[in-house]
């Protein structure tokens, strides 16, 4: 749990000491097989998440234990024009 709260720290004090405007601010987003009573005890402790990615669990049924792949695609890229960002 401390990571994200280190996290949102380095991010602040990057934002101070480079003078960045908002940097402090940016997103975290936690993911990799998260489910409703992971969120849950992550939002007990007081976490500094802002966005989740819980995909495997929406598309993979656990209970008749079928496998999945951990993969994460994130489009970067589209004709030379950043989609990250912007």
């Known amino acids: 749990m401390t990571w994200f709260k280190n ?3 380095l991010f602040c004090s990057i934002e ?3 003078g960045l405007p908002g940097f402090g601010k940016m997103s975290i987003t936690a993911s ?3 489910n409703g009573e992971t969120i849950d005890a992550l939002n007990k402790q007081g976490h500094q998440i ?3 990615g ?3 669990y929406l598309v993979t049924c ?3 234990a079928q496998a999945a792949l951990g993969v994460v695609f994130k489009l970067v890229e ?3 024009k950043p989609r990250i960002g912007n």
Do not use: V
Request: hydrophobic residues 35%; proline residues 0%.
């Open 7 to 9: 996290a949102r720290k």
């Open 16 to 18: 101070k000491e480079f």
């Open 32 to 34: 990799n097989d998260l």
């Open 50 to 52: 802002d966005a989740y």
């Open 54 to 56: 819980i995909g495997t």
């Open 62 to 64: 656990y209970a008749h």
């Open 78 to 80: 589209i004709n030379n």
